[in-house]
């Protein structure tokens, strides 16, 4: 990809959409617009149309959560949404997962850290690593309430893909996914594109939510399987 990265920065802290710009700008990352509350986010990303939406969970107005589902109803081509929090863990971050995003970032990330996160998501991964999914899910699932939920039929999957999908809410990377079924990393690599295809899915964060919402995999599987 030769053309500059587009990001959309929604906050309503001035100083922290100030230093995000001058972070991103100096790593020749195109800030497009901003965004003080979720209305704004809404209506900027549909005029501007970014590569990547950088959104604060709590805001005026409208809130991360709901502009996020907003920018991510119906069009293919949506951007890729990075939410922001100050707290590990957010209730909010999983739903704002569940409805799309494709990560989430601490607001004390280093430069390195925010511009690297801006770059990964752009080219259609996900931000964050399966186990860390896994956290989120395996709090939020257990304790109900009103979350943004997936609701996806595994009837459309082969047993072989079942495995997989299985596997990698477990937290287990490409590579440890071939290992471990004595597959090429290329052939996993096609399995995964295949499940999130069949299942509708934005990327791996999503398919870690659906394993354990849709009960192919339960809380406390993991820790078994690694005793």
């Known amino acids: 990809m030769t053309e500059p990265l587009r990001v959309l920065l929604a906050?309503?802290?001035?100083?922290?959409?100030?230093?995000?710009?001058?972070?991103?700008?100096?790593?020749?990352?195109?800030v497009v617009a901003e965004a003080t509350h979720g209305a704004e986010a809404v209506e900027a990303a549909r005029r501007t149309r970014p590569d990547v939406v950088l959104m604060d969970v709590r805001m005026p107005e409208m809130d991360g959560l709901e502009a996020t589902r907003r920018i991510l109803a119906g069009a293919p081509d949506t951007p890729r949404v990075i939410i922001l929090t100050t707290f590990d863990?957010?209730?909010?971050?999983?739903?704002?997962?569940?409805?799309?995003?494709?990560?989430?970032?601490?607001?004390?990330?280093?430069?390195?850290?925010l511009t690297a996160a801006v770059r990964t998501v752009r080219t259609g991964d996900a931000?964050?690593?399966?186990?860390?999914?896994?956290?989120?899910?395996?709090?939020?699932?257990?304790?109900?309430?009103?979350?943004?939920?997936?609701?996806?039929?595994?009837?459309?999957?082969?047993?072989?893909?079942?495995?997989?999908?299985?596997?990698?809410?477990?937290?287990?990377?490409?590579?440890?996914?071939?290992?471990?079924?004595h597959l090429a990393e290329t052939t996993v690599k096609t399995h995964v594109a295949r499940i999130?295809?069949?299942?509708g899915l934005r990327d791996r964060v999503q398919a870690v939510i659906v394993a354990y919402e849709t009960g192919l995999v339960s809380a406390g599987e993991h820790e078994a399987a690694e005793q």
Not at 11 to 30: E, H, K, M, P, Y
Not at 90 to 112: H, I, M, N, Q, W
């Open 11 to 30: 906050d309503d802290q001035t100083l922290v959409r100030t230093g995000f710009r001058l972070i991103l700008g100096a790593d020749g990352i195109d």
């Open 89 to 113: 863990l957010d209730r909010y971050v999983y739903a704002a997962l569940s409805a799309g995003a494709s990560g989430f970032l601490l607001k004390d990330v280093t430069p390195e850290q």
């Open 127 to 181: 931000l964050l690593a399966p186990a860390i999914t896994r956290r989120l899910v395996q709090r939020f699932t257990q304790q109900g309430g009103d979350v943004a939920a997936l609701h996806r039929d595994l009837a459309s999957l082969t047993p072989r893909e079942l495995e997989v999908l299985g596997l990698l809410a477990r937290g287990l990377s490409n590579a440890e996914l071939a290992a471990r079924l």
């Open 196 to 199: 999130l295809a069949k299942l």
